[in-house]
């Protein structure tokens, strides 16, 4: 304990090595419960709340404890931050001689077999997918990793990489002719022989689900496992723990099917007219279910008149294909792969067609042209408690929004995290004098039609008080656009609203602009870093609870009630608490940070539980006064320059 009080201490390494460093209490009593979990093998969930700094507060005793260590995080972006950034100024500034390595899933690097196939095909390609094609073609002569991230040239989205970058599915392993130069099985042999691996939740859960992504092994390795963003990790472990197929991973395997069969087994025209009849049958599907894309519960499609025959036929259909695959299997590694995709496929869609559920929730998502099917797990609790605890590593789980109201009952029951110690480390940041809450008075209930008109109405005082500068979040799509044809009208701002331009480029843009007000939904509550003067202002519109239309939500709820449970206090409320608290955290990402929180639901003042949603919060001033909000940007440009507000004063 005491290296860590010197370490984080004013005269510390990190105070002489890290350019901006400044001690904090918080992030030091984090790092002691860290290394006291390590120590003495146990598991910790810590909420450390913004500006706490718990990537480096994690990162230290886990460099110092010499074990092998798995960071897990929620999205690739803080993998590459932590692996390119934070990591490297940790061991530099500890001078301890340990490695790490970013491991991603294998659809994030260059699969050369199948990009070799794609241009040995390129049948129906348009001349921007063979542009894209070859500029991927010569990078693959340079690269040493083939992380697809490093192409800057062909965008994210673009259609080629599902061409040129293998699943579990479609990968060959080691039958593939090219296994030896294979940039996945580089990774992951990197992966092993480093002493702090960063993956993602999505990967860590394929280490230990039934439908391992090929990265098996890992985790007995890890004697140490620490969960960044833990509060992402129950839906990704839903998922895997689940069961799903899609039209695209059929259409997906009918393709290959396709290009094996115009190389090898030429010979047998009825399967390539199977795979087209299969094709047209996915379409006619698709017309069975809602024209717009939405998610949905199983009992919408079987209401649907046919419905049932149309997945029978598939199956039928999807039988007859792995009969022929069979028999033409040997001729080829591919057709071999193509074989035993269609026979999980087959398995997959018979669990469809069962009648009893169970445990699980089978639910529908429909898109443009494809749909999805799924059967989620109503409780992983046993499953992930299990799974974790089988081995002596330590796991901690580590977020800025883990308890609701002070507890953490919440996530660690849906965890099966019975002997975990907690901690919460309070942020640092002075909300008393940063921030002000305001509570709007005369709002209608939520539901009212007009609620958005007098949400809006309500807000636009507050907008022109802060200039701008502020985010406006959303529960709902619905709302979204209401909003953005009412500022539109009845205001000149500059508006950014979600859907117009990439999630990153409205941020750049907010960032640079004056007088931006920006709109967004579910992908803005989180995960958006703005510091400095301009984000001001953050309002959300509503509570953020669930809405209940949702088939995984309402299957819960059901389940809940059915067995004598509050789903509304053990569920619905600690929910939108955590998804509140998300959202809020948008506003004050810094020190030098000042804004106001605009909440603007009646029912925090109308419910006995509105006060969760507010003790949720870091404690800041509360008012339903106007004057108090433009009071407190006055006071806001005063600090900012006293000069030229005393000057105004005197003229």
């Known amino acids: 304990m005491h290296e860590l009080d010197t370490i984080f201490g004013s005269t510390g390494s990190l105070v002489e090595h890290i350019n901006g460093f400044q ?109 894209e094609l070859t500029s991927i073609k010569r990078w693959s002569k340079r690269t040493h990793i083939g992380d697809i991230v490093e192409v800057t040239s062909v965008a994210e989205d673009s259609q080629v990489w599902g061409y040129v970058t293998s699943t579990a599915d479609n990968c060959l392993g080691q039958d593939c002719p090219l296994a030896a130069e294979c940039y996945p099985l580089k990774a ?25 992504d090929g990265f098996g092994q890992l985790l007995p390795e890890a004697e140490v496992v620490i969960v960044d963003e833990a509060h992402q990790l129950i839906d990704t472990a839903s998922q895997f723990l689940g069961v799903s197929f899609s039209a695209r991973q059929i259409l997906s395997l009918l393709g290959d099917i396709s290009a094996e069969q115009l190389k090898i087994a030429s010979d047998t025209p009825a399967l390539i007219d199977l795979t087209q009849v299969i094709s047209e049958d996915l379409k006619e599907m698709r017309k069975l279910m809602p024209e717009q894309s939405l998610k949905g519960s199983w009992d919408e499609l079987t209401a649907a008149r046919d419905f049932e025959h149309a997945l ?64 989620t797990p109503l409780d992983i609790s046993k499953a992930f408690a299990s799974f974790a605890f089988a081995s002596e590593a330590t796991w901690v789980f580590t977020s800025a929004t883990l308890s609701v109201n002070g507890n953490f009952d919440f996530f660690s029951k849906r965890l099966g995290l019975d002997d975990a110690d907690m901690t ?30 007098v949400m809006i109405n309500k807000v636009l005082p507050v907008l022109n008080a802060s200039k701008g500068r502020a985010f406006i979040l959303f529960t709902s799509h619905r709302a979204l656009r209401e909003a953005a044809e009412l500022l539109q009208e009845l205001t000149d701002f500059n508006l950014l609203i979600q859907g117009d331009l990439p999630k990153q480029q409205m941020l750049e843009l907010f960032r640079q602009s004056d007088n931006t007000v920006l709109l967004g939904t579910a992908s803005f509550w989180e995960g958006v870093d703005v510091r400095g003067d301009a984000l001001s202002c953050v309002i959300i519109d509503k509570l953020p609870f669930a809405s209940p239309a949702d088939p995984i939500i309402k299957a819960r709820i059901d389940h809940m009630s059915s067995t004598g449970k509050s789903a509304f206090s053990e569920f619905q409320l600690p929910y939108a608490a955590l998804t509140l608290k998300q959202g809020a955290g948008r506003l004050i990402r810094d020190v030098k940070d000042k804004g106001v929180l605009v909440l603007c639901d009646p029912r925090l003042s109308s419910k006995g539980y509105g006060k969760v949603f507010i003790q949720s919060l870091p404690a800041m001033p509360i008012t339903q006064e106007l004057k108090d909000v433009e009071h407190f940007y006055k006071r806001m440009a005063s600090e900012k320059d006293p000069l030229n507000t005393r000057d105004k004063k005197t003229a």
């Open 188 to 212: 992951r042999r990197d992966a092993q022989e480093v002493d702090v691996l960063i993956v993602n939740h999505h990967l860590l859960c394929a280490d230990w689900s039934l439908k391992d």
């Open 312 to 375: 029978g036929c598939l199956l039928e259909r999807i039988e007859q294909l792995f009969s022929m695959l069979k028999d033409v299997a040997i001729r080829s590694k591919g057709l071999e792969s193509c074989w035993k995709r269609c026979e999980d496929l087959l398995l997959r869609i018979k669990l469809f067609t069962k009648q009893d559920h169970g445990e699980w929730i089978q639910w529908f998502e429909t898109f443009r042209q494809t749909f999805v099917f799924y059967r």
């Open 23 to 131: 001690p904090r209490n918080g992030q030091l009593s984090m790092a002691q419960a860290v290394e006291k979990a390590i120590v003495q093998r146990s598991h910790l969930l810590a909420e450390a709340g913004t500006g706490t700094g718990k990537t480096f507060a994690y990162l230290v005793p886990a460099i110092l404890s010499g074990k092998k260590i798995i960071i897990s995080t929620g999205t690739r972006n803080l993998q590459d931050q932590i692996f390119e950034k934070d990591f490297p100024l940790i061991r530099d500034a500890l001078k301890v001689p340990v490695q790490a390595a970013v491991l991603k899933g294998r659809s994030n690097y260059l699969c050369l077999y199948r990009m070799e196939q794609a241009l040995d095909q390129q049948v129906g390609f348009d001349r921007q997918l063979e542009s």
């Open 424 to 453: 919460i480390l309070e942020s640092p940041f002075d909300y008393v004098h940063q921030s002000l809450m305001y509570v709007p008075k005369g709002l209608p209930e939520p539901r009212d039609y007009d609620y958005t008109k």
